[in-house]
């Protein structure tokens, strides 16, 4: 079943890349393994993505060692207290929210000799549980960002809220679009998820995040 929905993911991607004129390769998908056992993330893997998500340092750690030739990135929500460990699996974290949370990765960074790759999280709707920078707090985020020798800021990323019609979810990821490119077209946007992932990519999404379209029949 996961084999046969990457390759009706892949399908769906090739058919919007083709209509905005892009090159499918440009699109890369993050497998979002949260609550999936080592057997399915290794069928992904075995299927051709060996690019994974986890939302919480603790189930990476357990899972990881037991998947051959992964890349694990971060994309929720990151405590102070868990950055240690989460530097030594994850090379990019997604979900950089405040600028103390960045100060605490580019110290440990820095005592791991390591160059942490981040993308900066924007709250581009209102729904109050969310995390990430506030749009018209990016500027002064990305500022103190820039700071940090031990970071590597390569880009935004948002979380949409849940809609029924994905085409709902456009204007959030028009905006992450339009913050992206005020700041540095060269970045990358994290944006999309099962529900809205050909919205995003027409949007100009560079990395989309797939769990259930994946891993779940008939979503
Ligand atoms: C779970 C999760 C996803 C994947 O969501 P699906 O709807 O299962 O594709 C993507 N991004 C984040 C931050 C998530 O927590």
Not at 29 to 57: D, H, M, S, W, Y
Not at 130 to 135: E, I, N, Q, V
Not at 198 to 216: K, P, T
Request: charged residues 30%.
């Amino acid at each position: 079943m996961i084999k046969e929905n990457i390759e009706k993911v892949r399908r769906r991607i090739e058919k919007v890349c083709e209509k905005i004129k892009v090159p499918a390769a440009k699109v890369t998908i993050l497998a979002v393994t949260k609550g999936r056992q080592p057997l399915e993330i290794q069928e992904c893997a075995k299927a051709g993505i060996n690019l994974f998500g986890e939302n919480r340092v603790q189930e990476a750690l357990s899972k990881y060692p037991q998947i051959d030739g992964g890349r694990w990135q971060l994309v929720g929500h990151l405590q102070t207290n868990k950055v240690k460990p989460a530097l030594r699996i994850f090379d990019l974290i997604h979900s950089v929210d405040s600028l103390r949370l960045a100060e605490e990765i580019d110290r440990q960074a820095d005592k791991l000799g390591k160059i942490q790759d981040i993308l900066l999280e924007v709250k581009t709707s209102l729904e109050p549980a969310k995390y990430g920078f506030a749009p018209q707090e990016l500027e002064a985020a990305v500022a103190g960002v820039m700071k940090f020798k031990n970071l590597n800021l390569k880009g935004l990323m948002t979380v949409a809220p849940v809609v029924g019609d994905p085409q709902q979810a456009r204007p959030f990821f028009r905006q992450l679009k339009n913050l992206r490119d005020q700041f540095d077209p060269g970045w990358l946007l994290s944006m999309g998820m099962s529900d809205d992932f050909e919205v995003a990519i027409e949007e100009g999404a560079d990395i989309i995040r797939l769990g259930r379209i994946i891993f779940e029949k008939n979503v």
